[in-house]
């Protein structure tokens, strides 16, 4: 009875001994910021925001050319025209603020959009690199949660070289 009882406690201490992770840590931002393609996807955003900032500018200049029209005839026109009028240039306004947060939202779909084959390009060459090293888990350390990592498990360099990226 004895016996199997060892037996039993040696075969749950050597699942447990088996059954440990080894968990690595990577910048993927530091990675994704040194990508060669990083480059073309700043530009793309940069050429995207001139487009929506010509947008804008335009409106703006209709709205402020329907502003200065409004000045000359304001004193000669009906109350109801008048009304009419300023509730036009309200419109403008608030068309001109939709467009502005608008294209705040629509600036950071178009960010998530050009980054997106740039993470994919990561993921595989994380999981490509954990696999090799005998990596079970890969944490990131973008946004500081850890108080503390060991850089014996940090695998950015092997990332970056992977990559084919000197640091």
């Known amino acids: 009875m004895k016996l199997k009882i060892t037996f039993f406690i040696t075969i749950f201490f050597i699942g447990l001994a088996s059954a440990q992770t080894k968990v690595g840590t990577v910048n993927s931002d530091l990675i994704i910021g040194k990508m060669p393609q990083m480059k073309s996807v700043i530009k793309r955003l940069e050429n995207y925001s001139k487009e929506l900032d010509s947008s804008f500018q335009l409106k703006a200049k209709t709205y402020q050319s329907k502003i200065e029209a409004f ?5 000669t026109i009906t109350d109801n ?3 009419t009028k300023i509730q036009e240039l309200a ?3 608030q068309d001109m603020a939709k467009f502005r ?3 705040s939202t629509m600036m950071q779909l178009r960010r998530d959009e050009y980054m997106r084959p740039l993470y994919r390009k990561l993921n595989e060459i994380v999981k490509e690199v954990a696999k090799a090293n005998g990596y079970s888990q890969v944490l990131t350390t ?19 070289s992977k990559l084919g990226i000197k640091e």
């Open 71 to 75: 000045k000359k005839v304001e004193k």
């Open 91 to 93: 419109a403008i306004e």
């Open 142 to 160: 973008n946004g500081n949660e850890f108080a503390y990592i060991d850089d014996r498990y940090d695998i950015t360099k092997l990332v970056l």
């Open 81 to 83: 025209d008048r009304k």
């Open 101 to 103: 947060k608008n294209g």
